[in-house]
């Protein structure tokens, strides 16, 4: 799956790739570079996160950052341009950059870390679920028949006598 388009020879454009099926959306969590820095095929760039998890992203090209799209904290469709990249930095003037993308203000509440996660090149895993689950309903069996019937229906049941 390829997800850039050229602008011209000397720059590329990544767009934000579906990356979860059928997915429509990402936020960008936290970008890896600036605009200036030198990147190599497949260094991450970004982090995103989907509805399913939270992916860092590789870019497929070298070259030197050019312009980031979108501030960290941006909610962006599948196939909008994210990042472009000067793969041939040095061979000529550089059209003019669009506006400097402005960083998003952290909330000055403390955050929570996440517990347990340890960053990977495609997600975090599965993140503790913050929805309770209801108590199982068993069968309401009185007495000593309790145990009997609990034991048959976990395929433990003590074996009849054989009849006479």
Not at 138 to 146: F, I, K, T
Request: charged residues 25%.
């Amino acid at each position: 799956m390829t997800t850039m388009t050229d602008t011209s020879a000397r720059f590329r454009e990544f767009k934000m790739p579906d990356v979860g099926e059928g997915l429509t959306e990402a936020e960008i969590l936290k970008w890896y570079v600036q605009p200036g820095d030198t990147v190599t095929d497949g260094q991450v760039v970004c982090e995103v996160e989907t509805a399913k998890a939270a992916v860092e992203l590789p870019v497929p090209f070298d070259g030197v950052v050019h312009e980031l799209r979108f501030p960290e904290g941006t909610t962006v469709d599948v196939g909008e341009v994210i990042i472009a990249v000067d793969v041939a930095p040095g061979s000529g003037d550089a059209p003019a950059q669009a506006e400097p993308v402005q960083e998003a203000v952290p909330e000055p509440e403390a955050e929570e870390a996440p517990k347990g996660r340890q960053p990977v090149l495609v997600g975090y895993g599965v993140a503790e679920s913050s929805t309770k689950r209801r108590a199982r309903k068993g069968v309401a069996v009185p007495g000593p028949a309790a145990a009997a019937v609990q034991a048959e229906l976990n395929g433990r049941a003590a074996a009849e006598p054989a009849p006479a």
